[in-house]
């Protein structure tokens, strides 16, 4: 079975730094997609970006960009110029459309304190 | 992005009762939809899966007989608490999907803070 870590319980950061959340996954499938999800204090899930596993460029998305190393089995989510408003819980998620009948396996969460 | 409603966003009921909660996609048709708890400061933990015009799949550990799940229509699924109990008080959450098969993104309902006095 998939299984998704998350190894920062807890992170922060300064207002209009930057900070970098990780996320590795451990998979025998070459097909599949992964996910960064913010959940704010309304506990909305909102995407913040995906990847396709078999696109080498990394996606981006504003002000959030992700390292894919597909190797190492590793997806993490950097936040650039962080701002008040992306103080949340954030949730790094695998999708394969071969296995596990498209469920999504998330890791633990991350949440993220952002500073004034 | 797509929407996914859910309603009520907050109940509070009586232990013994049972509550509905309906999940709706509300501009796409949602063959697929899944249901997730979550506890405080946790993770999502799947429930079951929904497919419209069939069964729901239920993960191990879950009751089928207590949380009926009703996929009716491609834009609309309910889960049903059935007597309620305090330890049933959770955030219950919808997601949807186009096609179920895994390559599209999950569309997040707002959640429902179900509590069981």
């Known amino acids: 079975a998939q299984t998704v870590t998350q190894s920062q319980p807890e992170m922060s950061v300064q207002e209009a730094e930057t900070v970098t959340l990780s996320c590795t996954y451990d998979?025998?499938?070459?097909?599949?997609?992964l996910f960064w999800y913010k959940q704010p204090p309304s506990r909305q899930m909102i995407l913040v970006i995906r990847?396709?596993?078999?696109?080498?460029q990394n996606a981006t998305e504003n002000r959030f960009s992700v390292n894919f190393q597909k190797a190492a089995k590793s997806f993490s989510l950097k936040i650039s110029d962080s701002q008040l408003g992306d103080a949340a819980m954030y949730f790094c998620?695998?999708?394969?459309?071969?296995?596990?009948?498209?469920?999504?396996?998330f890791g633990d969460g991350t949440t993220l304190t952002v500073k004034p | 992005g797509a929407v996914v409603s859910q309603h009520p966003s907050r109940v509070i009921c009586k232990s013994g009762t049972s509550v509905k909660i309906e999940c709706r996609s509300l501009?796409?048709?949602?063959?697929?939809m899944f249901w997730y708890r979550q506890f405080p400061k946790q993770s999502l933990m799947l429930m079951a899966t929904?497919?419209?015009?069939?069964?729901?799949?239920?993960e191990q550990g879950v009751e089928k007989d207590k949380f009926l799940i009703n996929h009716a229509s491609l834009t609309l699924s309910t889960l049903t608490v059935t007597s309620a109990h305090p330890e049933d008080s959770s955030f219950y959450i919808c997601?949807?999907?186009?096609?179920?098969?895994?390559?599209?993104?999950?569309?997040f309902g707002p959640g429902t803070r179900l509590t069981v006095l």
């Open positions: 929904s497919n419209e015009g069939s069964k729901a799949t239920y």
């Open positions: 998620a695998y999708r394969s459309p071969n296995t596990n009948a498209g469920k999504s396996t």
């Open positions: 997601s949807a999907d186009l096609s179920g098969r895994g390559t599209d993104t999950q569309y």
């Open positions: 501009d796409f048709q949602a063959t697929t």
């Open positions: 998979t025998s499938e070459s097909d599949y997609y």
């Open positions: 990847q396709e596993a078999y696109k080498q």
